[in-house]
């Protein structure tokens, strides 16, 4: 089974920045594509963005492009969302999920984080 451990979330102003991280417990990361949705207050969870295991493609909600970044980090197993000029309308847990393909179907990724808050608040 693979787990799927998030970090770096908080409280921010409007117009901050913070960057979410996300690392698997074992070392399935190296084939798998990772995204990130994220789920509001009495709202579907919805695609943020994801990143294939080469790195070399990307998918971006329309609602983040321009703003938001995906990377990752093969040798340290790690997968990041950077955030930048965030709104209050990107309050929400954010979800870091793994899988095989590029898509921003939730469906199709096979496992998924616990989720971490982020708050846009002043």
């Known amino acids: 089974q693979v787990q799927l451990v998030e970090s770096g979330g908080g409280l921010v102003q409007p117009g901050g920045s913070l960057t979410l991280s996300c690392a698997p417990s074992?070392?399935?990361?190296?084939?798998?594509?990772m995204g990130w949705f994220r789920q509001a207050p009495g709202k579907e969870r919805e695609f943020v963005a994801a990143?294939?295991?080469?790195?070399?493609?990307?998918l971006y909600a329309d609602s983040v492009k321009g703003r938001f970044t995906i990377h990752r980090d093969n040798a340290k197993n790690t997968v990041y969302l950077q955030m930048n000029s965030l709104k209050p309308e990107d309050t929400a847990v954010y979800y870091c999920?793994?899988?095989?393909?590029?898509?921003?179907?939730?469906?199709?990724?096979?496992?998924w984080g616990q989720g971490t808050q982020v708050t846009v608040s002043s």
């Open positions: 074992r070392h399935y990361f190296s084939s798998a594509a």
């Open positions: 990143i294939t295991w080469s790195g070399r493609n990307t």
């Open positions: 999920a793994a899988g095989p393909v590029l898509t921003m179907r939730p469906g199709v990724y096979d496992y």
